[in-house]
C-alpha cells in the first residue's frame, strides 16, 4: 500500500505525488535515476551539464521511453547553448527546467510560455526575491549541508530567512524546496514546519540502489560519518563540499601552482571527450566570469571539475577523482530503491505529524 501524500503549492504546480525531488547531479542522474524517482511519486531531475547536446536529448527521449511522469533537466544558464537546450526541453515536453544559476527573464518567459516550470537553485534569500521577479515558478534553498557547489549558511537559517523574504511561511509568493541535510521523514516535516513546500535530496538519492554510481564507490560513501566531508576550494576554485579523500586531502595541502597545472590538463581532456572548441570553453569561461564574479584561475579550474568527478563517479577511480557529498552522507546506512525510500520518508512523515499532534 503507498502512503498517502502530503499535498504542497510544490506537487501541485508540478504534478508529483510526493513533495520530493531529486536534484541533478552530474555523472549521477540520469535517465535511470530520474525515471525511477519518477515512478516512485517524486520529480526526478536529470543533470544535463556534463552531457553534450545530443546525449541531452538521448537522455530525455531515454527517460521517456522509463516513465510517462513529470521530471526535469538541471542545466547552466551561463553555458552558450543553454537556449538551444531550452528550446530541446519544449520540444521533448519536459515538464521542469531546473537551473543551478539563475536564467535571464527573457529565457524564463520563453520556457514558461511553452508549459515549463522554471525551478532555479539560489543560495540567498536576495536571489529568491530576484527570480521570483522575472518569473521563476518555485525556487531550490541549498543550506551549507549540501554536497557540490554551497554556501556558508546552514539550511536551518538559510530557509526561513528566504520564505520570510518571500512573504512569510505560508504566504510564499512561490513555493520554496529546501535542501541541505534531508534524507528521512522527519526533515520532511521539519522543512514543512518551516513553510517549505517540499525537500531536495542529492546524496541520499545518490545512495540508492537504481543509482549507477559504481558499488565499490557507493561503499565509500556508506563508511564515511558526518565529518568526513570538507568544503574545498582546490577542486574548483568554489567552494565544493566533497568526500574526504586521498586525492582531495592532497589538493588541499598541495601547491596551488601544481593544481592550476593539474586543472588546465584536465580541462583539456574535457573539451576532448564533449568535442568542445577551445573558443566555446573560452565564451563559456567569460559567462560564466560575468554571472558569478569568479578570477580567470577559478574559471580554468571550474573546466576541471566534470573530470574529477567523472572519474570517482563514473570510473570508480577514487584515488584520482573526487566525490561530491552532503555532511548527510554520515547519517546514511543503506541503499534503498528510490520508490522504498519515498514510501519510507512519506511514512515517517505522517508518523512524526500524528506524534505532534497528539501533544496538543
Partial sequence: ???????????????????????????????????ATANAGGLGIIASATMTYQEL???????KELTTRPFGVNLRADAEDAAERCELMIRHGVTVASFALAPKPELIAR?????????????????????????ADAVIVQGGEGGGHTGQVATTLLL????????GAGNTSIPVIAGGGFFDGRGLVAALAYGAAGVAMGTRFLLTSDSRVPDAVKKQYLEKGLQDTVVSTRVDGMPHRVLRT????????????????????????FKSMTGMKWQTL???????????????????????????????????????????????????????????????IMTEAHQRLKALREMD
Fill in 1 to 35: 500500500m503507498s502512503a498517502p501524500t502530503i499535498t504542497t503549492a510544490f506537487t501541485e504546480l508540478v504534478g508529483v505525488e510526493y513533495p520530493i525531488v531529486q536534484t541533478g547531479m552530474g555523472w549521477v542522474s540520469g535517465p535511470e535515476l530520474t525515471a
Fill in 160 to 167: 526561513p530567512s528566504v520564505i520570510d523574504a518571500l512573504g
Fill in 246 to 269: 586521498g586525492l582531495v586531502n592532497a589538493l588541499e595541502s598541495g601547491s596551488p601552482v601544481k593544481g592550476m597545472l593539474a586543472a588546465v590538463q584536465n580541462a583539456n581532456k
Fill in 282 to 344: 573560452a565564451r563559456d569561461g567569460l559567462n560564466m566570469k560575468k554571472a558569478s564574479e569568479r578570477t580567470w584561475q577559478q574559471i580554468v579550474m571550474a573546466a576541471n571539475t566534470p573530470m574529477l568527478l567523472k572519474a570517482g563517479l563514473v570510473e570508480g577511480n577514487t584515488e584520482a577523482g573526487v566525490l561530491a557529498s552532503g555532511q548527510v552522507v554520515g547519517m546514511i546506512e543503506d541503499l534503498p530503491s528510490c520508490d522504498v525510500l519515498i514510501q519510507r
Fill in 57 to 63: 536529448e538521448n537522455a530525455i527521449v531515454r527517460t
Fill in 111 to 135: 520556457l514558461k510560455d511553452n508549459g515549463l516550470v522554471v525551478v532555479p537553485s539560489i543560495g540567498a534569500a536576495k536571489h529568491a526575491v530576484k527570480v521570483a521577479s522575472w518569473g
